[in-house]
């Protein structure tokens, strides 16, 4: 909810109260240096006792509801038939429309079996774009990822509504050309998460929908941010309807749903969701296998019963915007001080337009790792590279320079507040007034897949002294 105040500004307001607090250190600059050297200038490898604010992901990090907390004591811990599944599968009956859940343990647990059961060798698999994991099992099942979004998508100042859509023009040309029996399916992806959290339209999905019954393909739909998407509808698109209505009817174009229930639903867990019998019969052979018995799929079940509440709550009014609301407001706060962020504001994170906020650096140099070390350094505030070094390397081992070069500061949901957000822009600002002091990074160790988490890189030249010099000379030798 925003509420207006008497000088006509708006703010996000919290519909909680919180009930549960953990405390949170902010250590002298001395110990985040040397955190940032030991963990290889990779915020990944950073520990959190290090971390004044974790603004690394809103994956696994979101505050439960009294609710949750309380369904998760009267949970069945049967192995199989457990009573707690069979709550979970109401609640997707009811929010979402399908008949069949299958719950896993994570998302990309979700896509490993869509990828093993529904992804042939050298298939296409076509979405609006990719996620880091969705990709890596897609091609190890051996397909070809191809995002066609719209040339928008990519332009990090934008007052594109819909940045997430997909390219239906270049939707239906890539169809003609390889041959629908070489599409494995089209994807999907809500609130699209590497390119700044932006929604596609539900007019555009139902125009993808249309294209898929044309040509018999499956629509993949990842619903990890479902709830954002539905909302920015409603703010975007269909003000006169309801979240949960909206978020009802896009599963109604669905044949294949999956989620990360790490996010809106506030649990360690995620899922796949169908209606069609068929589908299911194909994947579930996999699921002992993989993930557990099918009625527990690697989840404990406390935590299903805690998504079968978190499902409900995520669609309801106050819930469903809280967290797009409190990223809006960094965002409008980033602008407001003019440091490069991308707009308008998505889902999820703010995301730190790096190349113009270090346009000295090359992206051979991981311009937006080399932010996400400096942030750190003068913050305490853990931040994500979403760049280049996220992006893999080619088959020839070549680096491909990333479309957007982000640095992401996710808001887990209900966790934070504006006064944290506040100090996070101040330190931006001080940081983009000393941005000539930032330089890259250069690899020390470098995984051959989704290098980004354990990679380990060192500056070049470096630079971290003179920025933390700078610091000391400002805030002295002790300052936060
Ligand atoms: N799909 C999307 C759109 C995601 O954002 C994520 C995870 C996944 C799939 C994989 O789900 O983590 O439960 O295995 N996103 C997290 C993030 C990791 O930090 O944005 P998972």
Redesign the pocket.
Known sequence: MQITLSSGKTIPMEMHKVRIVQQTWLHPIDRRHRAMQEAGFNTFLLRSRDIFLDML???GTNAMSDNQLAAMMVSDDAYAGSESFFKLADAVKEMLGFALTIPVH????A?HLIAKTFVKPGQACIMNYH?T??KAHFEMAGGVVLELYQDEALKTQSDNPFKGDIDLDKLTKTIDELGAENVAFIRM?ATT?LIGGQPFSMRNLQAVREICNQHNIMLVF?G??LMENAFFIQQREQPERNVADIAREMMTMVDLYYM?A??GPAVRG?MIAMNDQALFDRLLPLVPLFEGFSTYGGMSTKEIEAMAVGLREMLSGDIAGSGAEMVAFFVRRMVEENLPVVTPAGG?ACHVDVSRFLPHIPQTEYPAGALAAAFFLVSGVRG?ERGTISTDRDIDGNDVPAGVELMRL?LPRRVYTMSHIEYAVDRLKWLFEHRELVRGLTWISEPPVLRFFFGRLAPIGQWDVQLRKAFCTEFGDDAM
């Open positions: 992901t809103d994956s994570q998302g990309r647990a896509e996620f994991t969705t992806e998460n990842d990890s941010l990360s790490r996010k995620g999820l994500m996710a």
